[in-house]
Protein backbone atom coordinates (compact mmCIF):
# COMPACT_ATOMS: atom_id res chain seq x y z
CA UNK A 1 0.00 0.00 0.00
CA UNK A 2 1.56 3.59 -0.80
CA UNK A 3 2.07 5.62 2.07
CA UNK A 4 3.10 9.23 2.51
CA UNK A 5 3.99 10.95 5.31
CA UNK A 6 4.38 14.70 5.72
CA UNK A 7 6.57 16.60 8.46
CA UNK A 8 6.37 19.11 9.94
CA UNK A 9 2.78 18.86 10.80
CA UNK A 10 3.13 22.90 11.58
CA UNK A 11 5.36 25.43 11.10
CA UNK A 12 5.49 28.89 11.85
CA UNK A 13 8.35 31.03 9.95
CA UNK A 14 8.76 34.88 10.09
CA UNK A 15 9.16 36.72 7.26
CA UNK A 16 12.15 36.01 5.01
CA UNK A 17 12.79 33.10 7.12
CA UNK A 18 13.83 30.23 4.74
CA UNK A 19 12.89 26.33 5.35
CA UNK A 20 12.21 23.17 3.70
CA UNK A 21 8.87 20.85 4.47
CA UNK A 22 9.84 16.83 3.82
CA UNK A 23 7.37 13.91 2.06
CA UNK A 24 8.16 10.69 2.70
CA UNK A 25 6.98 8.25 0.57
CA UNK A 26 6.60 4.34 -0.01
CA UNK A 27 5.24 2.93 -3.12
CA UNK A 28 6.13 0.08 -5.54
CA UNK A 29 6.72 2.03 -8.40
CA UNK A 30 6.61 5.76 -8.70
CA UNK A 31 4.69 7.18 -11.46
CA UNK A 32 4.59 10.77 -10.24
CA UNK A 33 4.73 13.02 -6.71
CA UNK A 34 2.59 15.99 -6.50
CA UNK A 35 3.00 18.77 -4.81
CA UNK A 36 -1.00 21.30 -4.01
CA UNK A 37 -1.46 24.26 -2.05
CA UNK A 38 -4.60 24.57 0.13
CA UNK A 39 -5.59 27.54 1.76
CA UNK A 40 -8.72 27.62 4.23
CA UNK A 41 -12.02 26.58 3.24
CA UNK A 42 -10.76 26.30 -0.48
CA UNK A 43 -10.18 23.22 -3.11
CA UNK A 44 -6.42 22.18 -3.60
CA UNK A 45 -4.21 23.93 -6.01
CA UNK A 46 -1.38 22.52 -8.17
CA UNK A 47 1.86 23.32 -7.53
CA UNK A 48 4.54 20.70 -9.03
CA UNK A 49 4.66 17.06 -10.57
CA UNK A 50 8.10 15.30 -10.36
CA UNK A 51 8.39 12.34 -12.33
CA UNK A 52 12.34 10.88 -11.11
CA UNK A 53 14.82 11.05 -8.34
CA UNK A 54 17.34 14.09 -8.86
CA UNK A 55 14.30 16.27 -10.77
CA UNK A 56 13.89 19.82 -9.07
CA UNK A 57 10.75 22.50 -10.21
CA UNK A 58 10.76 25.85 -9.11
CA UNK A 59 7.91 28.46 -8.76
CA UNK A 60 8.28 31.80 -7.45
CA UNK A 61 9.38 31.13 -4.15
CA UNK A 62 8.71 27.26 -3.85
CA UNK A 63 11.37 24.69 -5.15
CA UNK A 64 10.54 21.03 -4.45
CA UNK A 65 13.13 18.14 -4.90
CA UNK A 66 12.48 14.92 -5.22
CA UNK A 67 15.15 11.76 -4.01
CA UNK A 68 13.99 8.08 -4.50
CA UNK A 69 12.82 7.92 -0.86
CA UNK A 70 11.54 11.53 -0.18
CA UNK A 71 11.00 14.96 -1.47
CA UNK A 72 11.04 18.18 -0.06
CA UNK A 73 9.22 21.52 -0.44
CA UNK A 74 12.28 24.49 0.11
CA UNK A 75 10.14 28.02 0.79
CA UNK A 76 12.80 30.87 0.24
CA UNK A 77 12.51 34.10 2.01
CA UNK A 78 8.61 33.32 2.32
CA UNK A 79 5.94 36.17 2.93
CA UNK A 80 2.75 35.88 4.63
CA UNK A 81 0.77 34.69 1.30
CA UNK A 82 2.75 31.90 1.25
CA UNK A 83 0.70 30.88 4.23
CA UNK A 84 -1.21 27.83 3.54
CA UNK A 85 -1.82 24.28 4.05
CA UNK A 86 1.19 22.03 1.47
CA UNK A 87 -0.05 18.65 0.07
CA UNK A 88 2.31 16.07 -0.87
CA UNK A 89 0.73 12.62 -2.93
CA UNK A 90 1.96 10.20 -5.03
CA UNK A 91 0.69 8.10 -7.85
CA UNK A 92 2.24 4.33 -8.50
CA UNK A 93 2.26 2.62 -11.82
CA UNK A 94 -0.12 -0.19 -10.40
CA UNK A 95 -3.79 2.41 -10.56
CA UNK A 96 -4.31 5.80 -11.58
CA UNK A 97 -4.78 6.80 -7.63
CA UNK A 98 -2.99 9.34 -5.86
CA UNK A 99 -2.38 8.55 -2.44
CA UNK A 100 -2.16 11.75 -0.20
CA UNK A 101 -0.13 13.24 3.22
CA UNK A 102 -1.64 14.52 6.18
CA UNK A 103 0.21 17.79 4.60
CA UNK A 104 1.87 20.29 6.12
CA UNK A 105 1.00 23.91 7.67
CA UNK A 106 2.80 27.00 7.19
CA UNK A 107 2.25 30.32 8.57
CA UNK A 108 4.39 33.06 8.00
CA UNK A 109 4.23 35.45 10.43
CA UNK A 110 4.99 39.58 9.40
CA UNK B 1 -13.38 28.21 -18.48
CA UNK B 2 -15.01 27.76 -15.19
CA UNK B 3 -13.45 24.63 -14.58
CA UNK B 4 -14.25 21.92 -11.66
CA UNK B 5 -17.36 22.98 -10.03
CA UNK B 6 -19.73 21.78 -7.12
CA UNK B 7 -22.93 22.24 -5.50
CA UNK B 8 -23.81 22.99 -2.78
CA UNK B 9 -21.25 24.91 -1.17
CA UNK B 10 -22.90 23.49 2.20
CA UNK B 11 -25.24 21.02 3.35
CA UNK B 12 -26.80 19.93 6.73
CA UNK B 13 -28.71 16.51 6.72
CA UNK B 14 -30.36 14.33 9.30
CA UNK B 15 -28.89 10.69 10.04
CA UNK B 16 -31.07 8.93 7.46
CA UNK B 17 -31.64 11.33 4.52
CA UNK B 18 -30.00 10.94 0.60
CA UNK B 19 -28.69 13.75 -1.40
CA UNK B 20 -26.89 13.96 -4.78
CA UNK B 21 -23.30 16.45 -4.36
CA UNK B 22 -22.70 17.49 -7.83
CA UNK B 23 -19.87 17.79 -9.69
CA UNK B 24 -18.98 19.66 -13.03
CA UNK B 25 -16.16 20.61 -15.54
CA UNK B 26 -15.79 22.03 -18.91
CA UNK B 27 -12.26 20.85 -19.35
CA UNK B 28 -13.49 17.83 -21.65
CA UNK B 29 -11.33 15.67 -18.46
CA UNK B 30 -11.69 12.11 -19.40
CA UNK B 31 -10.62 11.33 -15.52
CA UNK B 32 -12.91 12.97 -12.60
CA UNK B 33 -12.81 11.67 -8.60
CA UNK B 34 -14.29 12.20 -5.76
CA UNK B 35 -12.25 12.86 -2.30
CA UNK B 36 -12.75 13.45 1.48
CA UNK B 37 -10.82 15.24 3.52
CA UNK B 38 -10.98 15.29 7.21
CA UNK B 39 -9.09 16.47 9.99
CA UNK B 40 -5.68 14.57 10.65
CA UNK B 41 -6.57 11.90 8.13
CA UNK B 42 -5.73 14.15 4.36
CA UNK B 43 -7.47 13.35 1.26
CA UNK B 44 -9.30 9.83 1.28
CA UNK B 45 -10.43 8.59 -2.59
CA UNK B 46 -14.02 7.49 -2.59
CA UNK B 47 -14.66 6.65 -6.35
CA UNK B 48 -13.48 7.68 -9.70
CA UNK B 49 -14.09 7.26 -13.29
CA UNK B 50 -12.07 7.12 -16.64
CA UNK B 51 -14.37 8.08 -19.39
CA UNK B 52 -18.39 8.54 -19.56
CA UNK B 53 -19.66 4.90 -18.48
CA UNK B 54 -16.58 3.32 -16.00
CA UNK B 55 -16.33 4.22 -12.71
CA UNK B 56 -14.60 2.31 -9.54
CA UNK B 57 -14.43 2.19 -6.19
CA UNK B 58 -11.72 4.02 -4.07
CA UNK B 59 -10.18 3.97 -0.69
CA UNK B 60 -13.62 4.30 1.27
CA UNK B 61 -16.72 3.77 -0.88
CA UNK B 62 -18.85 2.63 1.24
CA UNK B 63 -21.99 4.58 1.65
CA UNK B 64 -21.72 6.52 -1.75
CA UNK B 65 -22.66 5.34 -5.47
CA UNK B 66 -21.46 7.85 -8.40
CA UNK B 67 -22.21 7.74 -12.08
CA UNK B 68 -20.97 8.61 -15.36
CA UNK B 69 -23.50 9.17 -18.18
CA UNK B 70 -21.73 12.43 -19.41
CA UNK B 71 -17.97 13.55 -19.79
CA UNK B 72 -18.73 16.85 -17.97
CA UNK B 73 -21.29 15.37 -14.93
CA UNK B 74 -20.04 13.08 -12.08
CA UNK B 75 -22.39 13.25 -8.99
CA UNK B 76 -22.39 11.67 -5.90
CA UNK B 77 -25.01 10.17 -4.17
CA UNK B 78 -25.52 9.72 -0.32
CA UNK B 79 -27.86 6.70 0.29
CA UNK B 80 -28.59 7.12 3.73
CA UNK B 81 -26.07 9.88 5.83
CA UNK B 82 -24.65 8.65 8.80
CA UNK B 83 -22.51 11.06 11.03
CA UNK B 84 -19.16 9.35 9.82
CA UNK B 85 -19.85 11.08 6.55
CA UNK B 86 -20.25 14.59 7.77
CA UNK B 87 -16.82 15.78 5.93
CA UNK B 88 -15.40 18.09 3.34
CA UNK B 89 -15.98 16.75 -0.01
CA UNK B 90 -14.03 17.28 -3.24
CA UNK B 91 -14.21 16.57 -7.08
CA UNK B 92 -11.78 16.36 -9.26
CA UNK B 93 -10.67 16.04 -12.47
CA UNK B 94 -7.39 15.60 -15.07
CA UNK B 95 -7.10 15.30 -18.89
CA UNK B 96 -6.37 11.23 -18.83
CA UNK B 97 -4.67 8.61 -17.37
CA UNK B 98 -1.01 10.29 -19.02
CA UNK B 99 -2.04 13.82 -17.39
CA UNK B 100 -1.05 13.93 -13.97
CA UNK B 101 -2.15 17.78 -13.13
CA UNK B 102 -5.44 17.58 -11.41
CA UNK B 103 -7.79 20.03 -10.81
CA UNK B 104 -10.14 20.62 -8.03
CA UNK B 105 -12.95 21.78 -7.17
CA UNK B 106 -13.81 24.06 -4.55
CA UNK B 107 -15.34 21.39 -1.82
CA UNK B 108 -19.07 21.11 0.13
CA UNK B 109 -19.10 21.04 3.42
CA UNK B 110 -21.58 18.22 4.50
CA UNK B 111 -22.82 17.85 8.13
CA UNK B 112 -25.25 15.17 9.22
CA UNK B 113 -26.72 15.21 12.55
Known amino acids: EDQVTQSPEALRLQEGESSSLNCSYTVSGLRGLFWYRQDPGKGPEFLFTLYSAGEEKEKERLKATLTKKESFLHITAPKPEDSATYLCAVQDYGNNRLAFGKGNQVVVIP | ?113
Open chain 2, 1 to 113: NAGVTQTPKFQVLKTGQSMTLQCAQDMNHEYMSWYRQDPGMGLRLIHYSVGAGITDQGEVPNGYNVSRSTTEDFPLRLLSAAPSQTSVYFCASREDRGKNEQFFGPGTRLTVL
